[in-house]
């Protein structure tokens, strides 16, 4: 049996187009163009390619991308005032602060500080609170990304047994909530958790975001299963370069796997269409 490979690009570009078509819409029907907010701080190389993919995405989809970029010498209460500043802008509609900040930061502080109703990539508590109590908020990214790369292969999850392998904040605890709303049966495992791979063989539908290249074995997949697997791991590859893996050893389990996300081309490129699907939803429900 060998998988069926979950093309993160092209759901991703299907998200894309939904939310072109309906910021087309928006514009036409009440000359709303909704804005995106990224503040940047330091010159961190990953940040700045994440976030250049960001802006150019914004702007394919029609919105405005607005981007504030601050050294890495300046201050935490320059972020707060500079989010302060952004809260209270009417054109932004979503405001994302690039993580990770400086250590001098604190991350928490700034994630506080920005208005839930404009907190596109879903961390602040108020948000957090809303989907553990099943009320409608902004979801993070990631997360989310995974869950429409799972119903991409199967629309009704309901009653699948799930295993989710983190419980970070942004990505793990998130996915499990989701998968829940999903009516999964959801486990959350953990580097305390104790026989990983016995958990992992009964999950119909595994999430492994966990920051351990190949960590997840092939004989640890249930044949058929759904695999999403959301670790970005940067590996040493041939002639010098690195290359990224996944925390799934691809090789293997798309041997026994009924459908499973590649990585590079799965879940990453879904964060960015899901950060943009939040943005135009931030702008709907600010202007009802
Ligand atoms: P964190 O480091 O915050 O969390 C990792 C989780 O994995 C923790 O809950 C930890 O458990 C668990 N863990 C660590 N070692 C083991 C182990 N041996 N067995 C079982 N569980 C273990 O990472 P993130 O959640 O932020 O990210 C996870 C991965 O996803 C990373 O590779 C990251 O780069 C990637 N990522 C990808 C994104 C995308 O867009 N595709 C977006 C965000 C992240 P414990 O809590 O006990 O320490």
Same mark, same amino acid.
């Given at each position: 049996?060998?998988?069926?490979?979950?093309?993160?690009?092209?759901?991703?570009?299907?998200?894309?187009?939904?939310?072109?078509?309906?910021?087309?819409?928006?514009?036409?029907?009440?000359?709303?163009?909704?804005?995106?907010a990224v503040v940047l701080v330091g010159?961190?190389?990953?940040?700045?390619?994440?976030v250049?993919? !960001?802006?150019?995405?914004?702007?394919?989809?029609?919105?405005?991308?607005l981007e504030h970029r601050l050294p890495v010498t300046a201050t935490e209460a320059e972020v707060l005032a500079l989010v302060g500043v952004l809260n209270r802008d009417?054109?932004v509609?979503g405001i994302l602060v690039q993580?990770?900040l400086p250590?001098?930061i604190?991350?928490?502080a700034v994630i506080e500080a920005i208005d839930?109703?404009k907190?596109?990539?879903?961390?602040?508590?108020?948000?957090?609170?809303?989907?553990?109590?099943?009320?409608?908020?902004?979801?993070?990214?990631?997360?989310?990304?995974?869950?429409?790369?799972?119903?991409?292969?199967?629309?009704?999850?309901?009653?699948?047994?799930?295993?989710?392998?983190?419980?970070?904040?942004?990505?793990? !605890?998130?996915?499990?909530?989701?998968?829940?709303?999903?009516?999964?049966?959801?486990?959350?495992?953990?580097?305390?958790?104790?026989?990983?791979?016995?958990?992992?063989?009964?999950?119909?539908?595994?999430?492994?975001?966990?920051?351990?290249?190949?960590?997840?074995?092939?004989?640890?997949?249930?044949?058929?299963?759904?695999?999403?697997?959301?670790?970005?791991?940067?590996?040493?590859?041939?002639?010098? !370069?690195?290359?990224?893996?996944?925390?799934?050893?691809?090789?293997?389990?798309?041997?026994?796997?009924?459908?499973?996300?590649?990585?590079?081309?799965?879940?990453?490129?879904?964060?960015?269409?899901?950060?943009?699907?939040?943005?135009?939803?931030?702008? !709907?429900?600010?202007?009802?």
């Amino acid at each position: 049996m060998t998988a069926r490979i979950i093309d993160g690009k092209e759901r991703a570009a299907e998200v894309c187009r939904m939310v072109t078509d309906a910021v087309a819409l928006l514009k036409v029907e009440r000359g709303v163009v909704p804005g995106l907010a990224v503040v940047l701080v330091g010159d961190d190389p990953a940040s700045q390619v994440y976030v250049r993919n !960001k802006a150019k995405q914004t702007l394919a989809c029609g919105m405005r991308s607005l981007e504030h970029r601050l050294p890495v010498t300046a201050t935490e209460a320059e972020v707060l005032a500079l989010v302060g500043v952004l809260n209270r802008d009417p054109g932004v509609d979503g405001i994302l602060v690039q993580l990770p900040l400086p250590k001098h930061i604190a991350e928490a502080a700034v994630i506080e500080a920005i208005d839930p109703g404009k907190d596109v990539d879903g961390f602040h508590p108020v948000n957090a609170g809303r989907l553990a109590s099943n009320a409608p908020g902004l979801v993070p990214c990631t997360p989310l990304g995974c869950v429409l790369l799972a119903k991409s292969v199967m629309p009704e999850l309901r009653g699948l047994e799930a295993v989710v392998i983190g419980r970070s904040n942004i990505v793990g !605890k998130p996915v499990a909530q989701l998968l829940l709303r999903e009516d999964c049966t959801v486990t959350i495992a953990h580097s305390r958790t104790r026989d990983l791979p016995g958990i992992v063989r009964r999950a119909d539908l595994v999430v492994a975001a966990v920051g351990r290249p190949g960590m997840v074995r092939g004989d640890w997949i249930k044949p058929g299963a759904i695999v999403i697997d959301v670790g970005i791991n940067r590996v040493p590859g041939e002639g010098g !370069k690195s290359r990224l893996v996944g925390d799934v050893a691809f090789g293997e389990a798309v041997a026994v796997a009924g459908a499973i996300t590649p990585v590079p081309g799965g879940v990453g490129p879904m964060t960015i269409a899901c950060l943009l699907q939040n943005t135009l939803t931030a702008a !709907k429900a600010r202007r009802g």
